[in-house]
């Protein structure tokens, strides 16, 4: 995972993330089965919600329009809630700062996703996807 930030302002700021990789599926029991390429790509806006929090939008695939609630507890860990069109995702990501551009990430996410064209509204089988990614942003 890759993640670019970009500071406009105090309050405002720009981002562009991604991964790919190789996945699993926990309930697959057929050991010939292919393994899926999993990638998620989001660029957008980041504005500043209070003291501790940020609002995050995205577009990007596969969720084309994705809205997170970021909270800060401290400098070095951070809770994510959003809505999009993926479906109702949470998230913990752990930061450790390597220099005063580039962090090491390490994040933990689950989404529950939902098929809009389907005759059941709500898919109840979550993901989840844990990894590392670095992080560059503008120096301070």
């Given at each position: 995972m890759l993640r670019l930030s970009y500071g406009v302002s105090p309050g405002f700021g720009l981002f562009a993330q991604g991964f790919a990789g190789p996945g699993f599926w926990l309930t697959e029991t057929d050991s010939g089965a292919t393994t899926p390429f999993l990638y998620?790509?989001?660029?957008?806006?980041?504005?500043?919600?209070?003291?501790?929090?940020a609002v995050r939008a995205g577009i990007g695939l596969p969720g084309f329009l994705d809205v997170e609630y970021l909270h800060d507890f401290g400098r070095f860990l951070t809770a994510s809630a959003g809505l999009g069109l993926r479906g109702l995702s949470?998230?913990?990501?752990?930061?450790?700062?390597?220099?005063?551009t580039l962090s090491l990430l390490a994040a933990g996410?689950?989404?529950?996703?939902?098929?809009?064209?389907?005759?059941?509204?709500l898919n109840y089988a979550p993901a989840?996807?844990?990894?590392?990614?670095?992080?560059a942003a503008q120096p301070k």
């Open positions: 998620d790509v989001r660029i957008g806006p980041k504005f500043r919600a209070g003291r501790h929090g949470l998230g913990l990501c752990g930061r450790v700062r390597l220099s005063r996410n689950t989404v529950v996703g939902w098929e809009l064209l389907g005759a059941a509204p989840a996807s844990v990894g590392i990614a670095l992080e």
